[in-house]
């Protein structure tokens, strides 16, 4: 069956055909032939017997007055209806009888199609017998049993029949209602859940992939189980692999490309910084500064095929590198120490200001790395004689560690790219702080891996405030 249109359609139909069997079959084994409630039917004649036998007991050693009270009784309450009837065939409370119980409260207990008519003779202390009798049924006990037709009356007889069986789906006694209520529930919930499952299992499949795909894993495939479905579900989930290998075949295509590119390149550039020492030496006082504009401009060639074998090796590294359990205060105090000693000599400084304790589930040597790389392009546009602001913070199972510069921020349009590889906000300024776009990119792609996030926004008394936010290690397992 391919559409899962006609499959979502049979299973509601095929739903409803059992809740309507069930509902049936439950009318046919509770009900009675008259459509009473056979357990309440149960209930009425148990009631009715013992009433009959308590007033039997006060009639044989009282007498018929002190049976007066509790006929009385039995009248105003919801019992069974009670008569008792003296030798002249009439009932001792005086109410009238119905007539076609005439003639019948001698014989034993008999069924009607609606009433089940019960009797039993006592006797009283002065010899005088009485007739008890008592009516169990929905039936009017003023009207008579409706008689039988023989089969060929009618020719419709059948669908009569079967169109009253089908009417007392909706009648009966409240306990009847309420249990063919639980049967229809309890059958469309089964269906339901069945439908459900088989619907969201393969989608709640896909989407792991999907997400999978997302935070980076290029392996993430839908799987067999899915792809193997004749429906629009197996070829969503089929179209999703193929994506998934196109996908993988790209980015495994650059980043291969931008590590061969960088390989070549470092060929090259020893050899030209080799020639560039021979020439200093060589070189007359004319051409010194010359020299040294190319071997700055060598040693920024060189850092930079360093960052793009550092991003391109990420992925690999992260695969590689043991995950384990640190506390991250630990990670942040060294790069903040490291970082202010560095910042101090163009007149800058590096404060933690608070910390918290929490252990992440990490590889700390890449974590050390995308923290310090934050930090650093931070020292790099705080203005000068400003402090870098560190701290730390745990909400929610998850810690986060801020870092905010004093510079001049960074505009609003800006903040969304800040982590995208190669991007600067400024090409000049960039250049000269001696940043390549590449060191928050590779924050980014290391914190994601770590089930994590990182934002950047401007803060309202001025700076940029990046917020690396990663999970503890209790919350991540």
Known sequence: MRSLYLKIFLW????????VVAMFWVTYQVEGPGGASRPRAARMAFRAIRDMQGLAEVISSRGIEAARPLLLRHQ???????????????????????????????????????????????????????????????????????????????????????????????????????????????????????????????????????RGLSEGDLAARAGASVSARRDEI??????????????????????????????????????????????????VPEVMPDLERIELETERLNELIGQILTLTR?????????????????????????????????????ELDATVDGRVQCRPRLLHSAIENVVRNAVRYTAEGTVVKVSMKSRDGRITTCVRDQGPGVPEAALGHLFEPFYRVDDARGREGGGYGIGLAITERTVRRHQGSVRARNHHQGGLLVELELPLASASR
Request: positive net charge; hydrophobic residues 45%; glycine residues 10%.
């Open 12 to 19: 509601f139909w095929g739903a409803m055909v059992l809740i």
């Open 76 to 210: 105003r309450g919801g019992h069974p209806r009670l008569f008792v009837v003296n030798a002249s065939g009439r009932d001792v409370l005086g109410r009238a009888l119905p007539p076609w119980i005439r003639g019948m409260e001698g014989a034993p207990a008999a069924s009607t199609r609606r009433i089940t008519l019960v009797t039993e003779s006592v006797a009283a202390p002065s010899g005088r017998r009485y007739r008890m009798i008592a009516l169990i049924g929905a039936g009017d006990p003023g009207v008579a049993p409706e008689r039988r037709a023989p089969p060929a009356a009618t020719s419709n007889s059948s669908s009569a029949r079967a169109l009253k069986s089908a009417g007392r789906i909706f009648r009966g006694s409240a306990e009847t209602q309420w249990l063919r209520l639980g049967v229809a529930i309890l059958v469309s919930g089964i269906v339901c859940f069945l439908l459900a499952r088989y619907l969201t299992g393969p989608l709640a499949q896909l989407r792991g992939a999907t």
């Open 234 to 283: 197996g070829a969503l989930g089929r179209d999703f692999d193929a994506m998934a290998e196109r996908v993988e075949g790209l980015v495994t295509s650059q980043q291969r490309l931008l590590r061969d590119v960088s390989h070549e390149l470092r060929s090259p550039l020893s050899r030209l910084q080799v020639a560039l020492g021979l020439a200093r030496k060589r070189g």
């Open 314 to 350: 990420l992925e690999r590294e992260l695969a590689a590198e043991q995950s384990v359990s640190v506390e991250l205060a630990d990670i942040v105090r060294d790069v903040v120490d490291d970082a202010n000693y560095e910042a101090r000599a163009s007149q800058r400084k590096v």
